[in-house]
């Protein structure tokens, strides 16, 4: 049973399609958004549950370690579903300290603040859940014919955001064995769908198509990445929050394997 749900990043697009599938799913569950509203955030995705009193949305940062606190104390948050983060590859290459700064910083905030709150206080909330989601990406590339990844993947990240990733994952299961917070993790591949930014592949190339103008295929265009829709995925993390048990990992894909080339040609046709 989750009876309070916090969902960081709750208005970016994973986040938003995870928050209307559960309010969805969970009826009984009450929901709080926590969402700083940088370019990844867009209200509008989440305006309608808000208008409507199915959640409570506060404009906030997650490196807000008083606001975070007061707000899992508030609303007797018993279950923190953690999307916000900065997320664009080419963004993390270019200002890396960003990425450093949200996604790890962040995490470890909301970490010490779910401490704070869950652990240290006589009516912490028992059980309570800390979920972290993360990429397929801290475990590399795939070139084509490599089998895909697994939860036993070494980590490999080639860039600064799958080098935050990867820290953030590495802060979630230590404060999970050195504090006793009941945590997961799901490392997720590509997701497509509903309200995603125009900035990424799928929706950046139907915009283009629409408009005329080139298909972006960067180098080659041959790195092998794995599709998931993001009702799929949500279903996974739904799933992970309600039947499994805290202290795992699972790799979440669509078994929907292709190179970047082969994917803009799909769309194209």
């Known amino acids: 049973m989750r009876d309070s749900v916090l969902v960081t990043g709750g208005a970016g697009f994973i986040g938003a399609n995870f928050t209307w599938h559960w309010c969805a799913a969970q009826p ?4 709080t958004v926590l969402d700083a509203l940088t370019n990844a955030g867009n209200l509008s995705s989440i305006e309608a549950l808000s208008r409507g009193g199915r959640i409570r949305f506060v404009h906030g940062d997650i490196r807000d370690f008083e606001l975070v606190h007061s707000t899992l104390q508030a609303h007797a948050i018993d279950t923190i579903v953690h999307f916000a983060a900065e997320t664009h590859v080419d963004r993390s290459i270019a200002t890396p300290a960003a990425f450093i700064s949200t996604n790890v910083i962040g995490t470890q905030t909301l970490l010490d603040a779910a401490r704070a709150a869950w652990l240290d206080g006589r009516s912490a909330p028992v059980p309570h859940r800390f979920h972290h989601v993360s990429t397929d990406e801290v475990y590399g590339s795939l070139n084509a014919g490599d089998p895909p990844f697994t939860e ?4 490999a990240p080639s860039s600064p955001y799958a080098a935050s ?6 802060l979630v299961r230590a404060y999970a064995r050195t504090y006793g917070i009941e945590c997961t993790i799901n490392n997720c591949s590509n997701n497509y769908g509903p309200h995603q930014s125009p900035e990424k592949l799928v929706p950046l190339c139907i915009i283009n198509m629409l408009e005329g103008k080139p298909l972006p295929i960067y180098g ?3 790195n092998v990445r794995d599709w998931l829709h993001v009702q799929d995925h949500c ?3 739904e799933s992970i929050l309600l039947a499994r048990e805290a202290g795992r990992t699972w790799l979440v894909g669509g078994l929907s394997e292709s190179t970047n ?3 803009v040609g799909r769309l194209s046709r």
Not at 28 to 31: F, I, L, Q, T
């Open 261 to 263: 080339f082969d994917l």
């Open 28 to 31: 009984h569950s009450r929901v």
């Open 235 to 237: 279903r996974a993390i």
């Open 152 to 155: 036993s993947s070494p980590y």
């Open 220 to 222: 080659k265009g041959l």
């Open 165 to 170: 990733k990867a820290a953030a994952d590495h």
